[in-house]
């Protein structure tokens, strides 16, 4: 089974710059988050979606953050402008969306990492 | 919001050593998980934990879910080289309109001298 795809790996841009990433969930996950994991630190959620309607935001820097989901299949996050502060590692994961007895596990795909100088 | 607090943050040890870490919260969380992330790769998860004062093994990994729903702990036997890397604790709090996102705490760097 393939895993939580995410691209570009990695990137680097100037501040005031944009950015985008993308990502593709396991078949089938109707669960889609966002976290941002900054160098020693754990991750920190952004945005979760459950099929193309946003379930949890609270977290998400709107000013300059956006996320979308329109096909309930693959996910962008954007940041307009950067900031030197959003260099990070952007971590995808997905979930089949179904917590019954706990058993919702959380798949991680391999994140991209953004320099932002 | 909530945080975690995870111990130690770094551990060096021989390997062979058994090997402790753990995490508490300042609230209560329906699950605790513990993952463990290499370099350049996302977090894979280890050990779930559902019910407040479960213990559960995964070949030589042990981890309880604290009676209390506020704490969890990690216990990794003989250890070996590959068991090198970042290990995190995550809650996911009580299910309240479908927000299902973990907090992680801020990991444990495992480093195994030879």
């Known amino acids: 089974e393939a895993g939580v795809a995410q691209s570009p790996r990695y990137k680097i841009i100037e501040k005031r710059q944009s950015v985008a990433f993308w990502c593709n969930p396991i078949?089938?996950?109707?669960?889609l988050y966002w976290y941002q994991q900054i160098l020693g630190q754990g991750p920190k959620l952004l945005i979760q979606?459950?099929?193309?309607?946003?379930?949890?935001d609270s977290q998400l820097p709107k000013d300059r953050f956006s996320a979308e989901r329109l096909k309930g299949v693959d996910s962008t996050l954007k940041i307009q402008p950067a900031k030197l502060e959003d260099s990070a590692v952007y971590l995808c994961?997905?979930?089949?969306?179904?917590?019954?007895?706990?058993?919702?596990?959380?798949?991680f795909g391999p994140g991209t990492r953004l320099t932002v100088l | 919001g909530q945080q975690l607090n995870q111990s130690p943050q770094s551990m060096f040890i021989q390997e062979g050593e058994d090997v402790s870490m753990n995490c508490t919260s300042s609230s209560i969380f329906n699950t605790w998980l513990w993952y463990k992330q290499d370099p350049g790769e996302g977090p894979v998860l280890l050990i779930a934990l559902y019910k407040a004062g479960e213990l559960t093994s995964n070949g030589r990994l042990t981890a309880q879910f604290g009676i209390t729903r506020k704490d969890s702990f990690l216990n990794i036997s003989a250890s070996i080289p590959s068991d090198v890397g970042i290990y995190f604790c995550?809650?996911?709090?009580?299910?309240?309109?479908?927000?299902?996102?973990?907090?992680f705490g801020k990991g444990t760097h495992l480093i195994i001298q030879p």
């Open positions: 078949s089938g996950h109707a669960t």
């Open positions: 979606f459950q099929n193309n309607g946003v379930v949890d």
């Open positions: 995550a809650g996911q709090p009580p299910s309240g309109g479908g927000a299902d996102g973990l907090t």
């Open positions: 994961a997905s979930s089949l969306g179904q917590r019954l007895a706990g058993a919702d596990t959380q798949y």
